[in-house]
């Protein structure tokens, strides 16, 4: 319904128009359903496994050992040789593409930890022998959802900011200024490594320090707008004829602002991932153990004799971040009038 609209119509082909937008696009989604589904992919448990005539489903379900004929009431170990041998007497069993998941540590290995990319650890494995690859493939779903999440939860406070102050103005501006002018002051990362450290990192928890900070990005460009818009012809004639303020704000004058601040989304994306992987990076960020694109990158400036984990996570982190970009470009481009009506 909404492509069924001129402005939309000539607005998407503005986007196509910018091939390296449009194709960072697909390959963005197709990383984010790949990411998301990591699961499926990297995982030490099969998908599916047949044993005796029954199916059973052990990435979804946890199964104890003896229900395969072992002796151990506890859940089975699917790459220990002698449970995967009494399953495969009697069934078999569908493996993921990678065959660990990212906290599974390979015992197999030929040299000492860090290992080399090899047949079997595609990527190879970090200081503590687990998969480079499965933990890129984790730390990125989660990088993406935290950067996700604070990017749409700091865009809604800060439009309602930047709206309250650019529609009412006077005193509610003047005092929205000030406090942004303290707050804008603060040297963010140095109060997030403060937090960070009296309290048990954690995803939530992060994740609501940096949207103390994170939601200003939007103020001034919405306040802007408003301000502008609120002394147009259409405002002024529906508030004569009794529209409330809040129908006026957020049906006539929104809409408007919403151009210049969906073409910010994507950087501020990139922004949110950044901050997460240099908290990771210098050990304030995710619990230990986690998969984390800056933990990775730690890792690799620890092991410089080990250059595959730090070029892997750089690599990867790079790409993602310029796929956004280009997306953002692309975006621009969209809403941008000269484009579109070309």
């Not at 790949?34 to 099969?46: G, Q, V």
């Not at 942004?180 to 990362?189: F, R, Y």
């Not at 939007?218 to 408003?226: M, S």
């Amino acid at each position: 319904m909404l492509l069924k609209n001129p402005v939309s119509q000539r607005q998407w082909q503005a986007f196509r128009s910018n091939r390296r937008g449009y194709w960072s696009l697909w390959i963005f989604m197709l990383l984010f359903m790949i990411c998301s589904a990591a699961e499926i992919i990297a995982n030490d448990k099969p998908i599916l496994l047949s044993f005796q005539g029954e199916l059973y489903s052990p990435i979804l379900f946890a199964y104890p050992e003896t229900e395969f004929g072992g002796m151990f009431e506890t859940e089975a170990n699917y790459r220990d040789p002698f449970v995967s041998d009494l399953i495969e007497q009697d069934g078999w069993m569908l493996w993921p593409l990678i065959r660990f998941s990212y906290n599974t540590i390979n015992y197999d290995l030929s040299v000492p930890s860090p290992a080399p990319p090899s047949a079997e650890n595609w990527l190879g494995t970090d200081d503590q022998g687990r998969d480079v690859l499965a933990r890129i493939i984790y730390g990125l779903r989660i990088s993406l959802f935290f950067g996700l999440l604070l990017t749409i939860a700091s865009s809604i406070i800060g439009v309602i900011v930047g709206a309250l102050q650019g529609y009412y103005g006077g005193w509610v501006d003047l005092t929205g200024q000030r406090f942004l002018e303290i707050w804008s002051s603060m040297p963010t990362l140095y109060l997030l490594i403060i937090l960070s450290s009296f309290v048990k990192p954690g995803f939530w928890w992060l994740l609501a320090i940096m949207l103390l900070f994170s939601w200003m990005a939007l103020v001034d460009l919405v306040r802007a707008e408003f301000l502008r818009g609120r002394n147009l012809d259409y405002v002024r004639a529906a508030r004569a004829l009794g529209v409330s303020d809040r129908m006026i704000m957020f049906r006539h004058i929104l809409p408007n602002a919403m151009v210049a601040t969906l073409t910010f989304m994507p950087f501020i994306l990139n922004g949110s991932i950044v901050t997460l992987t240099s908290l990771d990076f210098i050990g304030f960020g995710l619990p230990p153990g986690s998969p984390s694109m800056g933990e990775l990158l730690g890792q690799g400036k620890a092991n410089l004799h080990a250059p595959w984990l730090g070029i892997s996570a750089f690599v990867s982190l790079a790409f993602m971040l310029s796929l956004l970009i280009f997306i953002g470009e692309a975006v621009r481009d969209a809403f941008d009038p000269r484009k579109y009506l070309q």
